[in-house]
């Protein structure tokens, strides 16, 4: 089986997009952000601190006529005691002048999106203080003027979208918590019961008044036991079509996935009930009436897709006539599988649609209704698709190495803007036509950040056990010399169905590339079986098979960078995060040729994990069986029943708020560690889910483990008063 020939075959993937810089100016944003504790120590090299200094990207918005470009900017805060993040809207024109921040203040923005026709820019924000409200929808007008708020819900707005015509804003809204809640709360009887009481996510409208600035008050359009997902406009303004699953636990979203519809009031008509509402409430004089009055559900429910697969993404063609969705088919798929398929809007068979990856994002439907764009990982790149409504050929809009993200059309489909970034380039935004991709760089994000020699990163493939063709990414040390053995890193990708993509390597993150590129070592970052990005029988490839053909890919591409000549065979390392982390413990049980290893949130008992993570059906899905059907399979897999082969020092870090690979897991690895005597330490960030969020911990993640690396090479001093064995 070759696994990856078939998707990474095609030319178009294999050009390199221009990048026009004949602009009247770009966008420079360093001027803007404020210093910070940590500085990288010289400019001259590759440290966590300079990495930090490369803000992330997102939430591009195009306006409907494709002039105007919006886009969120993250920056780190780092002073004294605070350690978060600030998001704010910046602007800039589509030829990459009129640069400008558009918000502003202690509050983050984010999810901007121009109005139907052009004159709003809206986002949601905090900004109005803190409580119970948290985000709701605020605008700026594009003339020029301060920001009004658009909604006043009682909870915090989730997903929003403008309706086709501007004049009401349809958004998700958790259920909030009720008087009898609020009370317990403060009296400390807020007792927890676990899968029971769900808040369900659920479908608001409020009309809006371009000459009021009062924020408007939503109506609700359903109500009931299930929870909402996401959702699309119908072009006529009458009708949203949204999924939904029957409660908002994380687990539930790989069981469970319907599509319905739901009837919408017109502006005058919210304005109706909302009047009636009030009349009531006066001739009631009962508070309590009133309040349940203003939770009626108003919208009308029909089912428009069930069954036993999964659901999800529904896209409504300009025309009316038709409804995309991504669907697993007839049955749930635990492992990961998103096909997308066209149905008629008023119910109908469905139409599968065919993609490379069978994993695909939808971006939209082009604006004759005739083709589906989407977004899709092919290999190690990302980029986005075209595949014919009826079923045709697909073609590719973007090519080239790298990675394209954050994609956003005009009205008409058009035009895209996108971000796009390469290993050796960091993400900066573009558009293109989406009929004849010529991308024009608008932004030049990091003009000002320092960018010091990098190692230079190659994208190489070997052969592994029963013939699986298997792609990595190498980076090499800075200043990398022809014929040089250096110590080499062999990073595990998390999923298992993650991927390795070619992203910019300086960036932050839990793992810093660069920063152990400066400091000598090789870094090999392969795709084994298991990982998306190179179709469906790839991905499945390790169903029942954790540990033993992945591990086979992992170490084939660890003696083919040796072959290269690059790798030093007695300076091997190791680390990885959550399934990375497992391949971590796992690979540490079967040979001794790493000299140290750094598990991350790994998870080396996969009885335990099934009982206590929040994605137990994951987990079981791809073992086959549930553990007490079958014990010695679970245990087959699990490091932690092959302990007594470890010798190589192993450094256990893991976040204490973990959900996802519970902090246990860490804990029970590093205990058996220890009691057998390897060396071994573990590190605990506190506040700490599923990697770090705080970026001083963000920052820390790759200095201890390059100094565990170091002391067990033997080319760093241990400190004193260091316990680790």
């Known amino acids: 089986m070759s696994g990856s020939r078939n998707i990474l075959s095609q030319p178009f993937l294999l050009r390199t997009p221009r990048r026009v810089f004949a602009l009247t100016a770009v966008l420079v944003l360093t001027a803007s952000f404020g210093a910070h504790e940590a500085r990288a120590q010289a400019d001259d090299a590759w440290t966590p601190a300079l990495s930090m200094q490369y803000r992330a990207v997102s939430g591009t918005a195009i306006s409907p006529d494709g002039s105007r470009i919006a886009f969120v900017v993250r920056e780190p805060l780092m002073e004294g005691p605070q350690s978060e993040y600030l998001s704010h809207i910046w602007m800039t024109d589509a030829d990459g002048t009129r640069a400008a921040q558009w918000t502003r203040g202690e509050a983050s923005a984010g999810s901007p999106r121009f109005s139907p026709d052009g004159a709003w820019l809206s986002f949601t924000s905090g900004r109005d203080g803190e409580g119970e409200a948290g985000s709701q929808v605020w605008a700026l007008p594009m003339g020029g003027g301060e920001a009004r708020q658009l909604t006043q819900a009682e909870g915090s707005v989730g997903g929003y979208r403008w309706s086709p015509d501007g004049t009401r804003i349809a958004f998700l809204m958790r259920d909030p918590p009720t008087a009898e809640e609020k009370k317990a709360r403060e009296e400390k009887r807020d007792v927890i019961l676990v899968d029971r009481d769900y808040k369900f996510s659920h479908l608001y409208v409020a009309a809006i008044d371009p000459d009021s600035d009062e924020p408007a008050t939503p109506v609700r359009l359903t109500a009931g036991d299930f929870h909402i997902t996401g959702f699309s406009w119908a072009p006529d303004g009458a009708r949203i079509v949204f999924a939904h699953q029957v409660d908002p636990r994380i687990n539930t979203g790989r069981l469970s996935g319907d599509l319905s519809t739901t009837t919408v009031p017109d502006a005058a008509g919210i304005g109706d009930i909302l009047a009636a509402r009030e009349a009531e409430g006066d001739e009631d004089g009962d508070s309590a009436e009133g309040a349940d009055a203003d939770s009626a559900a108003v919208g009308e429910v029909a089912l428009l897709v069930g069954g036993a697969g999964i659901e999800g993404s529904p896209h409504w063609s300009p025309d009316g006539a038709w409804i995309a969705y991504v669907s697993t088919g007839d049955q749930p798929e635990p492992i990961g599988l998103g096909d997308v398929y066209v149905m008629p809007a008023g119910g109908g068979e469905a139409r599968r649609l065919d993609t490379p990856n069978r994993s695909a994002f939808v971006l939209g439907w082009s604006g004759d209704s005739s083709e589906l764009l989407l977004l899709e990982s092919l290999g190690t790149r990302r980029h986005v698709l075209a595949v014919p409504a009826d079923g045709g050929e697909m073609r590719f809009i973007s090519y080239g190495d790298g990675v394209i993200g954050s994609v956003a059309l005009t009205g008409d489909a058009s035009r895209m803007a996108f971000t796009w970034q390469t290993p050796e380039e960091p993400w900066d935004v573009f558009v293109s036509p989406t ?291």
């Open 435 to 725: 009929n004849g991709y010529s991308p024009q760089q608008v932004t030049d994000l990091h003009a000002g950040v320092p960018r010091p020699e990098m190692g230079r990163t190659q994208l190489v493939s070997w052969t592994s056990t029963e013939g699986f063709e298997i792609e990595g990414l190498l980076t090499y040390p800075v200043g990398y010399e022809e014929g040089e053995r250096v110590p080499l890193i062999l990073n595990v990708h998390g999923g298992p169905a993650g991927v390795f993509s070619q992203s910019f390597t300086g960036s932050p993150a839990a793992y810093m590339l660069q920063y152990f590129a400066q400091e000598g070592f090789a870094i090999l970052r392969p795709n084994p079986r298991g990982s998306t990005g190179y179709g469906k029988d790839f991905r499945y490839a390790n169903f029942q098979d954790w540990g033993y053909g992945d591990f086979r890919d992992l170490m084939s591409g660890v003696d083919h960078v040796i072959e290269m000549g690059i790798a030093d065979p007695d300076r091997l390392l190791l680390m990885g995060w959550s399934y990375g982390g497992y391949m971590t413990s796992w690979a540490v049980t079967q040979t001794d040729r790493f000299v140290a290893a750094s598990m991350g949130a790994g998870l080396p008992n996969l009885v335990s994990m099934t009982t206590t993570t929040d994605i137990q059906d994951y987990l079981v899905g791809h073992m086959g069986v549930e553990f007490w059907e079958d014990y010695e399979r679970y245990e087959r897999h699990s490091a932690m029943y092959h302990i007594a082969n470890v010798v190589t020092p192993t450094q256990v870090i893991h976040g204490a708020e973990d959900l996802r690979v519970p902090f246990t897991q860490g804990q029970e690895f590093y205990r058996a560690l220890d009691r057998r005597g390897v060396p071994t330490e573990m590190v605990v960030y506190p506040r700490t889910p599923h990697g770090p969020r705080e970026p001083k911990f963000v920052m820390d993640v790759s200095e201890r483990i390059l100094t565990w690396f170091r002391k067990h090479l033997g080319s760093e001093a241990v400190a004193a008063g260091d316990e680790s064995r």
